[in-house]
Nanobody, 125 residues
Framework: QVQLVESGGGLVQAGGSLRLSCAVS????????VGWFRQSPGKEREFVAT????????SYADSVKGRFTISRDNAKNTVYLQMNSLKPEDTAVYYC??????????????????WGQGTQVIVSS
């Protein structure tokens, strides 16, 4: 089993920054990609970013490219999401998720096998 715990959410003004953390524990050697998704009320969960085991491959949603950066520290088993130039439309619950299979559509939530409980991000205008 794999456990994921998010932290770092909060309230920030538009234009500000936050860094989310996702602590991964358990059978971490079985994980290939770790991704971030978000969900706001009345909307489906949407892909934000993902990163490979080595950190050498990343992918972002168009809506966050140039503003968000995903990274990982394997020594700490932690994945980060640095969010800059935040906008009110970034308000959502942010979830990290782990994928234990090779291949698949990494922008799809169904690809991921383990999920954290989420952390709330609120961006005020």
């Amino acid at each position: 089993q794999v456990q994921l715990v998010e932290s770092g959410g909060g309230l920030v003004q538009a234009g500000g920054s936050l860094r989310l953390s996702c602590a991964v524990s358990g059978r971490t050697f079985s994980i290939y990609y770790v991704g971030w998704f978000r969900q706001s009320p009345g909307k489906e969960r949407e892909f934000v970013a993902t990163i490979s085991r080595s950190g050498g491959r990343t992918s972002y949603a168009d809506s966050v490219k140039g503003r968000f950066t995903i990274s990982r520290d394997n020594a700490k088993n932690t994945v980060y999401l640095q969010m800059n130039s935040l906008k009110p439309e970034d308000t959502a619950v942010y979830y990290c998720a782990a994928d234990r299979t090779i291949g698949g559509i990494l922008t799809s939530s169904v690809e991921y096998d383990y999920w954290g409980q989420g952390t709330q991000v609120i961006v005020s205008s």
